[in-house]
């Protein structure tokens, strides 16, 4: 499967900001969807996944209560809704899928990845 996240920009602190990760190639209903982030200078790390159905969501502490994973199957598109934005949000953001049934926070276990999307706030 071929993904591809898109939405980032530059937006002051406070503002929400859509990211979405549209796939290509498979439907995205049979994988495990996962939005990672990459500060400057700063190893990757976990933001938010859901299941497969989208019954199982989880997040990472620093942005539980700010952002919401989403799915549509429709439109084969996962999103990563992101509120009350914060200097400290500042990263590269991915999408990652991966086909196993398990809800996973490691980027180790994701298969696949888009290029990913900056997103910069500014304060």
């Known amino acids: 499967v071929q993904l591809q996240a898109f939405g980032g920009g530059l937006v002051q602190a406070g503002i929400s900001l859509r990211l979405s990760c549209a796939a290509s190639g498979r439907t995205l209903s049979n994988y495990v969807m996962g939005w990672f982030r990459q500060a400057p200078g700063k190893e990757r790390e976990f933001v938010a996944v859901?299941?497969?159905?989208?019954?199982?969501?989880y997040y990472a502490g620093s942005v539980n209560g700010r952002f919401t994973i989403s799915r549509d199957t429709a439109k084969n598109t996962v999103y990563l809704q992101m509120n009350s934005l914060k200097r400290d949000d500042t990263a590269v953001y991915f999408c990652?899928?991966?086909?196993?049934?398990?809800?996973?926070?490691?980027?180790?276990?994701?298969?696949?990845w888009g290029q990913g999307t900056l997103v910069t706030v500014s304060s």
């Open positions: 990652a899928a991966h086909s196993r049934m398990k809800v996973l926070v490691s980027a180790d276990e994701y298969d696949y």
């Open positions: 859901i299941s497969r159905t989208g019954s199982i969501k």
